[in-house]
């Protein structure tokens, strides 16, 4: 909820008014095995594929000391599945499943992409035939055979699975040139319709070999070069019957976190459908002084800040689950702490994100949101609510900018009801916790 000057002091009283009705709306979501989707559960991203068996160990280790509960890294693409015609093989999930299962992770799997040999819209299809390929198969009967396969294989091991990474970006599915207006509508339709028969076809046959699996949509990315029209036609014409959770992606900022969240919950009230909402990548990127200037690109400690903002502000939304982008750097390579980009953690130890997003996923996970705090506001603009966790109930509050950017400084002053108490507090861009 946006706040004004001119209205800080009619709005003192509802503060994030707007916000609780939405989460309880939210909350009222059905979703398959409800007692355990509805609690908050908090992830991260890693490539666990890229390194060795030691390393892949390491960095899920050094993640659930952080309070992670779940990992978006169990890769069983199709290219890593079946390199080639007959050639089925799942030692890399095997082994990724197993690190997980020994620490007590919750697996997220993920499918997709495509495989080079089976799509004739593949340059690559000759020359590299076992290579990741952003078309789907041409003949779906192969992806449905796939799924079943795989689902089967892990049948009550890996509770969740994920058909794509962004396909309405226009880089990672069915590629289109150009920008914007500039492509042909048609094939954008074409593109839309595609990708919604693979929808299709993963939820038919992932339910045949495991009823009790939740298929999620595909992560939708929701920003840069992606069709805006994509998740709107898919909604309309059928998505939600073939997915138990919509999936999305968002970056850069809390503000950006609420719009996309309201947008998507917008979206399915206009069909009467309720899916819970899974945010699988949210980050920001650290400022790099080797790289030109990019959205988003801030501080080490905006990213600190915003970690416990995000983690929040998504539970308070009815987010069921929260994988922050990444967990680990995903170069193979030594990466120093000042060249981190989106990670928690690099080569040298972990950023200071690290810290406060640990502090924060320890009191927040399998937390539920009471409502917005009840915070008197009579100066600047805030932002505050309010959850039961397993330490006792719990207030996050912080100061916003005018600008609602999270790498501006903030600073906001009010009476702080809670606890039986009346606490007068100077708030700051750094959030401010406290457990009771």
């Known amino acids: 909820m946006r706040f004004s000057r001119r209205n800080v002091t009619a709005l003192a009283g509802t503060f994030l008014a707007s916000t609780a009705i939405r989460a309880k709306a939210q909350a009222q979501s059905g979703s398959p095995n409800q007692n355990e989707s509805s609690r908050f559960r908090i992830g991260v991203n890693l490539h666990l594929d890229r390194f060795p068996p030691s390393a892949a160990f390491f960095q899920l280790a050094h993640l659930k000391a952080a309070g992670v509960q779940s990992v978006r890294g169990l890769d069983a693409a199709l290219a890593h599945v079946l390199p080639g015609p007959g050639k089925w093989q799942f030692a890399k999930s ?15 799997g993920s499918l997709g992409y495509g495989v080079a040999w089976a799509s004739s819209r593949d340059s690559n299809r000759l020359q590299n035939p076992g290579s990741w390929s952003k078309f789907p198969p041409d003949d779906l009967a192969l992806w449905a055979e796939y799924v079943t396969r795989t689902v089967s294989r892990y049948r009550e091991r890996v509770k969740c699975w994920s058909p794509w990474n962004e396909p309405d970006s226009f880089g990672f599915f069915i590629p289109l040139q150009g920008a914007g207006g500039e492509r042909n509508p048609a094939d954008v339709t074409a593109r839309r319709a595609s990708y919604l028969e693979l929808q299709k076809a993963t939820y038919r ?48 900022s809390v503000k950006n976190l609420e719009d996309v969240l309201g947008h998507a919950q917008e979206l399915m009230r206009k069909v009467g459908a309720n899916r819970p909402i899974w945010v699988t990548e949210f980050g920001i990127a650290l400022k790099d002084a080797n790289d030109p200037p990019s959205i988003g690109m801030v501080e080490h400690q905006h990213v600190a800040n915003m970690a416990p903002k995000a983690l929040a502000t998504a539970l308070a939304l009815g987010v069921e689950r929260f994988y922050w982008y990444q967990g680990y750097t995903e170069a193979s390579a030594p990466v120093p702490l000042d060249h981190s980009e989106y990670s928690l953690s690099v080569t040298d130890g972990p950023t200071p994100a690290f810290w406060s997003f640990s502090t924060a ?34 207030v996050i509050l912080w100061a916003v900018s005018p600008d609602t950017l999270d790498n501006k400084p903030a600073a906001a002053q009010g009476i702080l009801d809670w606890g ?17």
């Open 205 to 252: 046959a992932a339910k045949a070999a495991d009823s009790n699996v939740t298929v999620l949509s595909g992560g939708f990315a929701m920003g840069g070069d992606y069709d805006r029209g994509f998740l709107p036609w898919l909604i309309t014409n059928g998505l939600m019957d073939y997915c138990d959770v919509l999936e999305i992606h968002t970056y850069w």
């Open 361 to 394: 996923a320890r009191l927040l996970r399998n937390a539920s949101y009471i409502g917005p705090a009840r915070f008197q506001i009579q100066r600047g603009m805030a932002k505050g609510y309010t959850f039961s966790s397993n330490e006792g109930q719990l």
């Open 420 to 436: 039986g108490q009346r606490i007068s507090m100077q708030l700051s861009e750094r959030p401010i916790i406290l457990v009771a």
């Open 94 to 108: 095997d082994r990724d499943l197993k690190f997980m299962e020994t620490l007590g992770i919750t697996p997220y």
